[in-house]
């Protein structure tokens, strides 16, 4: 199976790459058509997360919390069979400062059950993915439960050649919970529709900073 048939989008890089991958030249490719990124199935396409400015900051760090266990399975679908829950497909990118694409990077996501809680001994709503050769990443899932004292929210670390680089947590528009919680973060948030199947379609691309040689 091609890298293109497992990430369905649309030729998000092609014209990125002629421009120099800033953020002023994203945005100008994405108003033209150039720059898309479309759900798998098809039905919608989210705007580009406007977090990367070139030499701008990396994404925002934040504590992975006493829940994380190391050796996530490869996994892209972490949906647990029979579950309820709503259906999430978490997309993006990984790049770095300089809004180029990292190919190969890690992203190993975690977050709580349809009930709010995690599983401590086993890797339920546990799994780590590799981007491709243009950086992009689609993990499905589903949208987490609250449990008290949080709000709504996925955990992420992103690691390439051997090396961790960013851990973070990442938000949902709208959740009466983030103001509540000293750890929400606005630069944090996902970008969320729904997509024509009745998942939600999120959208998330982080900027990680290069560790020095």
Not at 143 to 162: E, I, M, N, Q, S
């Amino acid at each position: 199976m091609s890298d293109d048939t497992k990430f369905p989008m649309v030729r998000p890089f092609e014209a990125a790459q002629r421009l120099r991958m800033t953020r002023r030249g994203l945005l100008a490719a994405a108003a033209v058509g150039s720059v898309g990124f479309a759900t798998a199935s098809g039905a919608q396409e989210l705007p580009l997360t406007p977090q990367c400015d070139d030499g701008g900051p990396a994404t925002t760090q934040q504590t992975g919390g006493p829940f994380y266990r190391a050796l996530s399975p490869d996994k892209d679908d972490m949906a647990e069979p029979g579950s309820k829950a709503e259906r999430v497909e978490l997309t993006g990118f990984v790049l770095t400062r300089g809004c180029n694409p990292l190919a190969r990077a890690v992203v190993d996501l975690w977050h709580a059950d349809e009930n709010g809680a995690y599983d401590e001994k086993g890797f339920r709503y546990r799994g780590r993915v590799y981007t491709d050769e243009k950086g992009r990443y689609r993990i499905r899932t589903i949208r987490p439960a609250l449990y008290p004292g949080r709000t709504r929210h996925y955990h992420a670390k992103v690691a390439a050649g051997g090396q961790l680089l960013l851990t973070t947590q990442l938000y949902f528009p709208g959740e009466a919970g983030n103001a509540r919680d000293g750890l929400f973060r606005k630069e944090l948030l996902m970008r969320v529709s729904k997509s024509g199947d009745a998942a939600l379609a999120a959208r998330f691309d982080f900027v990680v900073a290069l560790a020095s040689r």
